[in-house]
């Protein structure tokens, strides 16, 4: 589950045309993606980090992943 889970978020990341996502987290959280700039995930993909519009961010280990939704009705984004 973590490689494939890891897996869907490389390639929402590297998607061309990028397409918002949410990550949801095991305690009921939930962090939208709404570009690429938004994230960066760890070369051994044991981390994530999610940026907001404020230079906030949220370094979220990979295991606290419980799933990846495309928003639905969603336009690219640049």
Known sequence: M???MMGDIR???HAKPFVP???HLA???RL??????HIAVAPTG???VVFGDDDSYDVLPSLL????????????ST
């Open 2 to 4: 973590f490689s494939n």
């Open 11 to 13: 390639k929402l990341t």
């Open 21 to 23: 996502f949410n990550i």
């Open 27 to 29: 305690d009921g959280g």
């Open 32 to 37: 939208r993606v709404p570009t690429v700039d």
């Open 46 to 48: 044991g981390r994530v």
């Open 65 to 76: 992943i419980s799933r990846v939704a495309v928003d639905q009705g969603s336009s690219s």
